[in-house]
């Protein structure tokens, strides 16, 4: 694959993407998720996608909202642990069935009932923001964004 940062080639459909990524937000926002569990679904579509770029800058807004290292060290198994709330558990569900839109036949069920957790605007604000990290991770993971120390 070639490295073409697709943004600076096109730069109208980045700023499509940042005014869209700008409403998922908002949706998060008017459904009362918490800045955090914003950012766990972030992280968690990263780990997912392989998005170097989209893991540093997440996790390190994680932490600005008060994530910890334990809990972050564990997302990835989120499931096997007890470090996560009712609330964050159905999210991550959510993430998962977006990020692996074609592997729902493989996708295992967590043990997590997503509606009798969160409400529909809950459920319908996590699957936005679902889709727009996705979407970034898509962006930068094609255009190469550089990551290191």
Request: aromatic residues 8%; hydrophobic residues 45%.
């Amino acid at each position: 694959m070639s490295h073409v940062n697709i943004g600076k080639i096109y730069a109208a459909p980045y700023r499509a993407m940042l005014e869209f990524s700008a409403k998922a937000a908002e949706a998060g926002v008017d459904a009362g998720l918490s800045p955090l569990l914003v950012e766990l679904v972030k992280v968690r579509a990263s780990q997912l996608n392989g998005c170097a770029y989209c893991l540093r800058m997440h996790c390190a807004d994680a932490v600005t909202h008060g994530e910890t290292p334990e809990r972050l060290a564990v997302l990835a198994a989120w499931w096997e642990s007890q470090y996560f709330s009712a609330e964050e558990q159905a999210a991550l569900k959510i993430t998962e069935r977006v990020t692996m839109i074609g592997d729902h036949g493989r996708l295992a069920d967590r043990g997590v009932d997503v509606e009798s957790i969160l409400n529909e605007k809950q459920i319908a604000a996590v699957t936005w923001l679902a889709v727009a990290i996705n979407s970034w991770n898509r962006i930068a993971v094609s255009s190469h964004y550089p990551v290191g120390p």
